[in-house]
């Protein structure tokens, strides 16, 4: 993710002070959590099976966007 925010801060050419990255990187982590923790409930499933859950569904709804299905 920090590679992500550094690839973002070259583009945008600004710098991130090292508060800034942890409150990005806080932000990401916990959205993530959020969304696997609720998948595992709405699934009764343990956290591993969540995110694959979602991983795929996400791949899926790429593959929809672009037409292959």
């Known amino acids: 993710m920090v590679s992500y925010f550094e690839w973002t801060q070259n583009i945008q050419q600004f710098r991130w002070d090292e508060e800034q990255v942890n409150l990005e990187l806080y932000k990401v982590m916990t ?3 959020r969304n ?3 998948t595992a409930r709405m699934y009764q499933v343990d956290l ?3 995110a694959y859950i979602i991983g795929v569904s996400r791949v899926a709804r790429a ?3 672009r037409g292959f299905v």
């Open 31 to 33: 959205r993530a959590t």
């Open 36 to 38: 696997v923790v609720e």
């Open 48 to 50: 591993r099976q969540a």
């Open 63 to 65: 593959i929809q966007l």
